[in-house]
């Protein structure tokens, strides 16, 4: 920001926050700065963190805007002059109480990206659907219980993320956003997605955790690009064999859910780095386990395993291993003594003894282990 953006900046500040000026200069000095910011054709401005209650009428006419960041103060509502700021590329309106959007809103036909996190909006303009260049759109922790079947129009869309609202649907129309490589729907009250979901093929990174999923539409299964996947805190008693499908996974997360038993098909996700199965009801691990020789964390904590298969000690790539809260004994450390990458190992609250302990601990001197 050049020197006549930053004096318009303090100034404006100073007016809007004491509510007036007290020098004799004051209102010559915000004319000058407001004429100087706007002859200057500054493109970026910067006014977050001022406990703002309204934005100065004066900001209207700073129309070669691109980027304006008004986040973290307390407006309550966007004034509809939104609309005049046409130049607008990025508007960041994170964290300002505000209830409700206005439909001049959708008349930033030039926004790329818009940001509106931890704010209470209970709802979407359906104006939201002009805003076709978005390729960005940042709408967590918000009180949303629906989106419009105008999302569906945001077809430049590359991110989107609507986590911790109260949404208990997706509209079908999400399937639209075929150039989606990211997208957080987690922390919601979601019981099914719908199917339409799978055009969504170009997913890289998908959330889905913290909702009340008990099964997951089969079309899911054709997201191969899947690079993360997101699935814990649901409320899951199966994993499918379809999951073998997706073999460009490096990360999936599946705790706290109802799992009974993985298929062998996980064995096919042979690019996994982390794979997390805490908190669920495992009684045993298929040996296909073992093919998983790139995983580097491995997190089984709190299920009921009584024994490990001999194929874990395949996984010589694995520098973190919880094995917590499960009914394992001395003869299950011997598969772990060929983890020599293993720097930490949790058995806490299981039936080794301390001797088996001694003797892994002997075969791994490098790795710390809890227990």
């Known amino acids: 920001m050049n020197n006549s953006a930053f004096w318009f900046v303090v100034i404006l500040l100073s007016v809007f ?89 959708g008349q930033l036909t030039n926004l790329t990206s818009l940001d509106l996190p931890d704010n209470r909006l209970t709802e979407l303009p359906p104006e939201i659907g002009k805003l076709t260049n978005l390729t960005s759109l940042d709408l967590p922790d918000n009180r949303l219980t629906e989106l419009p079947p105008e999302i569906g129009k945001l077809t430049n869309l590359t991110s989107l993320d609507i986590s911790d609202n109260r949404l208990t649907e997706l509209p079908p129309e999400i399937g639209k956003l075929t150039k989606l490589t990211w997208l957080d729907i987690s922390d919601n009250e979601l019981y099914e997605l719908p199917p339409e979901i799978w055009k969504l093929t170009n997913l890289m990174s998908l959330d889905i955790s913290y909702n009340r999923l008990t099964e997951l539409p089969p079309e899911i299964w054709k997201l191969t690009n899947l690079t993360e996947l997101f699935l814990s805190y649901n409320e899951r008693t199966e994993l499918p064999p379809e999951i073998g499908k997706l073999t460009n996974l490096a990360w999936l997360e599946l705790s706290d859910n109802e799992l009974t038993e993985l298929p062998p098909e996980i064995g096919k996700l042979t690019n996994l780095d982390l794979l997390t199965l805490g908190k669920n009801q495992l009684t045993e691990l298929p040996p296909e386990i073992g093919k998983l020789t790139n995983l580097t964390e491995l997190h089984l904590s709190d299920n009921e395993l009584t024994e490990l298969p001999p194929e874990i000690g395949k996984l010589t790539n694995l520098t973190w291993l919880d094995l917590s809260d499960n009914q394992l004994t001395d003869a299950d450390l011997e598969h772990l003594k060929s983890l020599e990458s293993l720097n930490h190992l949790n058995i806490r609250r299981t039936k080794v003894t301390d001797e088996g302990v001694k003797k892994l601990q002997k075969a791994l001197p490098n790795c710390e282990i809890g227990y």
């Open 17 to 105: 926050t004491t509510g007036c000026g007290k020098g004799p200069d004051t209102t010559q000095e915000y004319d000058a700065a407001m004429r100087k910011c706007a002859e200057g054709g500054d493109t970026e401005l910067d006014i977050s963190f001022n406990e703002l209650t309204e934005l100065p009428p004066e900001i209207w006419k700073l129309t070669k805007l691109t980027s304006l960041d008004i986040s973290d103060n307390e407006l309550y509502e966007l004034p509809p002059e939104i609309w005049k700021l046409t130049n607008l590329m990025s508007l960041n309106l994170g964290r300002s109480q505000l209830t409700e959007l206005p439909p001049e809103i």
